[in-house]
Protein backbone atom coordinates (compact mmCIF):
# COMPACT_ATOMS: atom_id res chain seq x y z
CA UNK A 1 0.00 0.00 0.00
CA UNK A 2 1.52 3.50 -1.23
CA UNK A 3 1.68 5.93 1.66
CA UNK A 4 1.99 9.64 0.45
CA UNK A 5 4.17 11.67 3.27
CA UNK A 6 3.53 15.48 3.18
CA UNK A 7 6.31 18.09 4.61
CA UNK A 8 6.00 20.19 6.31
CA UNK A 9 3.01 20.11 8.23
CA UNK A 10 2.48 23.58 8.80
CA UNK A 11 4.28 26.38 7.13
CA UNK A 12 3.76 29.71 8.03
CA UNK A 13 4.11 32.60 5.56
CA UNK A 14 3.05 36.29 4.57
CA UNK A 15 1.17 37.09 1.55
CA UNK A 16 3.28 37.78 -1.50
CA UNK A 17 5.42 35.03 -0.15
CA UNK A 18 6.52 31.81 -2.15
CA UNK A 19 5.20 28.44 -1.02
CA UNK A 20 6.36 25.07 -1.32
CA UNK A 21 4.44 21.48 -0.41
CA UNK A 22 6.46 18.52 -0.85
CA UNK A 23 3.95 14.97 -1.08
CA UNK A 24 6.78 12.15 -1.30
CA UNK A 25 5.36 8.42 -1.85
CA UNK A 26 6.79 5.47 -0.27
CA UNK A 27 7.32 3.82 -3.70
CA UNK A 28 7.34 5.01 -7.10
CA UNK A 29 4.43 5.88 -8.28
CA UNK A 30 2.95 7.55 -12.19
CA UNK A 31 2.42 10.94 -12.07
CA UNK A 32 -0.61 10.48 -14.04
CA UNK A 33 -2.23 9.72 -11.25
CA UNK A 34 -1.24 12.44 -8.45
CA UNK A 35 -3.58 15.47 -7.83
CA UNK A 36 -3.48 18.11 -5.00
CA UNK A 37 -6.28 19.67 -3.31
CA UNK A 38 -7.35 22.50 -1.52
CA UNK A 39 -9.65 22.91 1.83
CA UNK A 40 -10.72 25.68 3.42
CA UNK A 41 -12.63 25.07 6.92
CA UNK A 42 -15.92 23.92 6.76
CA UNK A 43 -15.69 23.61 2.84
CA UNK A 44 -15.11 20.50 0.48
CA UNK A 45 -12.01 19.91 -1.51
CA UNK A 46 -11.12 21.90 -4.44
CA UNK A 47 -9.28 20.35 -7.00
CA UNK A 48 -5.69 22.54 -8.14
CA UNK A 49 -3.44 19.89 -10.05
CA UNK A 50 -4.06 17.07 -11.85
CA UNK A 51 -1.33 14.52 -13.35
CA UNK A 52 0.97 15.89 -11.12
CA UNK A 53 1.52 19.54 -13.16
CA UNK A 54 -1.77 20.07 -14.92
CA UNK A 55 -3.82 22.67 -13.50
CA UNK A 56 -7.39 21.92 -13.01
CA UNK A 57 -9.85 24.32 -14.48
CA UNK A 58 -10.34 27.71 -13.47
CA UNK A 59 -6.99 27.56 -11.11
CA UNK A 60 -4.85 30.70 -11.63
CA UNK A 61 -1.16 30.24 -12.84
CA UNK A 62 0.24 30.86 -9.30
CA UNK A 63 -0.21 27.73 -8.32
CA UNK A 64 1.67 25.12 -10.29
CA UNK A 65 2.65 21.17 -9.84
CA UNK A 66 5.94 19.02 -10.40
CA UNK A 67 7.87 15.93 -9.92
CA UNK A 68 8.03 12.51 -10.82
CA UNK A 69 8.98 8.95 -8.85
CA UNK A 70 8.41 9.59 -5.65
CA UNK A 71 8.86 13.15 -4.68
CA UNK A 72 6.43 16.13 -5.68
CA UNK A 73 5.89 19.84 -5.26
CA UNK A 74 2.89 22.13 -5.10
CA UNK A 75 4.05 25.78 -5.63
CA UNK A 76 2.66 28.99 -4.89
CA UNK A 77 4.00 31.78 -6.50
CA UNK A 78 2.97 34.43 -4.46
CA UNK A 79 0.33 34.02 -1.81
CA UNK A 80 -2.56 35.67 -1.68
CA UNK A 81 -5.11 35.79 1.04
CA UNK A 82 -7.64 32.98 -0.07
CA UNK A 83 -4.75 30.44 -0.20
CA UNK A 84 -4.05 30.08 3.21
CA UNK A 85 -5.82 26.45 3.97
CA UNK A 86 -4.91 23.16 4.25
CA UNK A 87 -3.36 21.39 1.25
CA UNK A 88 -3.71 17.46 0.29
CA UNK A 89 -1.90 15.29 -2.47
CA UNK A 90 -3.91 12.58 -3.28
CA UNK A 91 -2.87 9.11 -5.51
CA UNK A 92 -4.34 6.62 -7.52
CA UNK A 93 -3.57 2.95 -8.32
CA UNK A 94 -3.80 -0.91 -8.09
CA UNK A 95 -7.63 0.36 -7.74
CA UNK A 96 -6.59 1.44 -4.27
CA UNK A 97 -6.75 5.47 -3.40
CA UNK A 98 -4.47 7.56 -1.15
CA UNK A 99 -4.32 11.40 0.25
CA UNK A 100 -1.01 13.06 2.42
CA UNK A 101 -1.86 13.69 5.56
CA UNK A 102 -2.08 17.45 4.52
CA UNK A 103 -0.45 20.49 4.82
CA UNK A 104 -1.65 23.39 6.71
CA UNK A 105 -0.46 27.15 4.82
CA UNK A 106 -0.91 29.69 7.02
CA UNK A 107 -0.45 33.46 7.76
CA UNK A 108 2.95 34.56 9.78
CA UNK B 1 -24.77 22.42 -13.36
CA UNK B 2 -22.94 19.01 -11.70
CA UNK B 3 -24.56 18.47 -7.94
CA UNK B 4 -23.91 15.91 -5.60
CA UNK B 5 -25.98 15.67 -2.90
CA UNK B 6 -25.19 13.30 -0.09
CA UNK B 7 -28.14 11.92 2.54
CA UNK B 8 -28.33 9.44 5.06
CA UNK B 9 -25.60 10.52 7.76
CA UNK B 10 -27.07 10.53 11.76
CA UNK B 11 -26.10 9.21 14.84
CA UNK B 12 -25.93 5.14 14.96
CA UNK B 13 -24.64 2.71 17.59
CA UNK B 14 -21.51 0.95 17.28
CA UNK B 15 -21.72 -2.36 15.45
CA UNK B 16 -25.16 -1.07 13.63
CA UNK B 17 -25.65 0.13 9.73
CA UNK B 18 -26.14 3.03 7.76
CA UNK B 19 -26.46 3.22 4.03
CA UNK B 20 -25.67 6.75 2.77
CA UNK B 21 -27.37 7.96 -0.82
CA UNK B 22 -25.45 10.35 -3.52
CA UNK B 23 -28.14 11.83 -5.84
CA UNK B 24 -26.76 13.35 -8.64
CA UNK B 25 -27.98 15.72 -11.49
CA UNK B 26 -26.23 17.93 -14.47
CA UNK B 27 -24.44 14.75 -16.01
CA UNK B 28 -24.78 11.40 -17.17
CA UNK B 29 -24.62 9.64 -14.34
CA UNK B 30 -23.87 6.24 -15.99
CA UNK B 31 -21.12 7.28 -17.61
CA UNK B 32 -18.66 7.98 -14.96
CA UNK B 33 -17.30 6.14 -11.56
CA UNK B 34 -18.28 7.63 -8.40
CA UNK B 35 -16.13 7.67 -5.56
CA UNK B 36 -16.63 8.23 -1.42
CA UNK B 37 -14.06 10.09 1.09
CA UNK B 38 -14.84 10.95 4.68
CA UNK B 39 -12.87 13.05 6.59
CA UNK B 40 -12.91 12.84 10.78
CA UNK B 41 -13.02 15.55 12.99
CA UNK B 42 -10.10 18.05 12.44
CA UNK B 43 -8.42 14.95 10.44
CA UNK B 44 -7.67 14.95 7.35
CA UNK B 45 -8.85 13.47 3.78
CA UNK B 46 -9.59 9.56 3.67
CA UNK B 47 -10.29 7.52 0.76
CA UNK B 48 -12.91 5.12 1.04
CA UNK B 49 -13.83 3.72 -1.92
CA UNK B 50 -15.67 3.78 -5.40
CA UNK B 51 -17.27 1.99 -8.47
CA UNK B 52 -16.90 2.19 -12.00
CA UNK B 53 -19.36 2.96 -13.93
CA UNK B 54 -21.26 -0.45 -15.80
CA UNK B 55 -19.26 0.05 -19.02
CA UNK B 56 -16.30 0.04 -17.24
CA UNK B 57 -17.49 -3.20 -15.38
CA UNK B 58 -19.24 -1.99 -12.36
CA UNK B 59 -15.97 -2.99 -10.40
CA UNK B 60 -15.35 -1.33 -7.00
CA UNK B 61 -12.39 -0.97 -4.91
CA UNK B 62 -11.79 -0.38 -1.27
CA UNK B 63 -9.52 0.83 1.40
CA UNK B 64 -8.36 -1.30 3.66
CA UNK B 65 -9.79 0.11 6.95
CA UNK B 66 -13.29 -0.41 5.45
CA UNK B 67 -13.36 -3.54 2.98
CA UNK B 68 -15.29 -6.05 4.20
CA UNK B 69 -17.66 -3.79 6.01
CA UNK B 70 -18.38 -0.94 3.52
CA UNK B 71 -20.18 -1.85 0.12
CA UNK B 72 -20.23 0.89 -2.50
CA UNK B 73 -23.06 0.08 -5.39
CA UNK B 74 -25.30 2.19 -7.86
CA UNK B 75 -28.45 3.55 -9.37
CA UNK B 76 -28.24 3.93 -12.84
CA UNK B 77 -31.77 4.65 -13.23
CA UNK B 78 -32.42 7.32 -10.73
CA UNK B 79 -28.60 8.52 -10.67
CA UNK B 80 -27.58 7.43 -7.07
CA UNK B 81 -24.86 5.82 -5.56
CA UNK B 82 -24.94 4.47 -2.56
CA UNK B 83 -22.64 3.45 0.65
CA UNK B 84 -23.72 0.66 2.60
CA UNK B 85 -21.65 0.80 6.11
CA UNK B 86 -22.21 -2.06 8.17
CA UNK B 87 -20.00 -2.99 11.70
CA UNK B 88 -19.52 0.73 12.54
CA UNK B 89 -16.87 1.46 14.74
CA UNK B 90 -16.80 4.88 16.69
CA UNK B 91 -13.83 5.35 14.53
CA UNK B 92 -15.65 5.41 11.40
CA UNK B 93 -17.12 9.25 12.43
CA UNK B 94 -16.31 11.31 9.70
CA UNK B 95 -17.82 13.40 7.24
CA UNK B 96 -18.60 11.09 4.35
CA UNK B 97 -18.31 12.83 0.82
CA UNK B 98 -19.54 11.61 -2.70
CA UNK B 99 -17.14 12.57 -5.67
CA UNK B 100 -17.62 12.02 -9.85
CA UNK B 101 -14.82 10.04 -10.83
CA UNK B 102 -11.97 7.91 -9.20
CA UNK B 103 -9.37 10.27 -9.41
CA UNK B 104 -8.57 14.06 -9.96
CA UNK B 105 -12.42 15.14 -9.35
CA UNK B 106 -13.30 19.02 -9.46
CA UNK B 107 -16.80 17.58 -7.66
CA UNK B 108 -17.78 16.99 -4.88
CA UNK B 109 -21.23 17.27 -2.42
CA UNK B 110 -21.10 19.14 0.55
CA UNK B 111 -20.59 16.05 2.67
CA UNK B 112 -22.91 14.27 5.54
CA UNK B 113 -22.51 13.60 9.10
CA UNK B 114 -21.99 10.36 10.36
CA UNK B 115 -21.69 10.26 13.91
CA UNK B 116 -21.05 5.98 15.67
CA UNK B 117 -21.18 6.46 19.34
CA UNK B 118 -23.18 4.44 22.44
Known amino acids: EIVLTQSPGTLSLSPGERATLSCRASQSVSSSYLAWYQQKRGQAPRLLMY???SRATGIPDRFSGSGSGTDFTLTISRLEPGDFAVYYC?????????FGQGTKVEIK | EVQLVESGGGLVQPGRSLRLSCKASGFTFGDYAMSWVRQAPGKGLEWVGFIRSKANGGTTGYAASVEGRFTISRDDAISIAYLQMNSLKTEDTAVYYCTRAIYSTPYWGQGTVVTVSS
Open chain 1, 51 to 53: DAS
Open chain 1, 90 to 98: QHFGNSRGT
